[in-house]
């Protein structure tokens, strides 16, 4: 299955962050309350948000040195 089902903007900062295992998914609660969201993951879908991620954070921490001169 290879499909976005809804398509949404978040914004995420400092935030709570939980996540449960449901047989064979991973949810995340972002947030708490009636402020939060919820994204379901497969195992791969997480590896693959994971490994994305880690490149932009790379890229970001990147981008903030100072450059050689």
Request: glycine letters at 8%; hydrophobic letters at 40%.
């Amino acid at each position: 299955m290879r499909r976005v089902e809804v398509g949404a903007w978040v914004r995420i900062d400092d935030c709570p962050l939980e996540y449960s295992v449901i047989r064979d998914e991973i949810e995340f609660r972002v947030g708490d309350g009636c402020d939060g969201l919820d994204l379901v993951f497969t195992e791969r879908g997480l590896a693959n948000l994971l490994a994305e991620g880690a490149d932009a954070l790379h890229a970001v921490h990147t981008a903030r040195e100072p450059a050689d001169t």
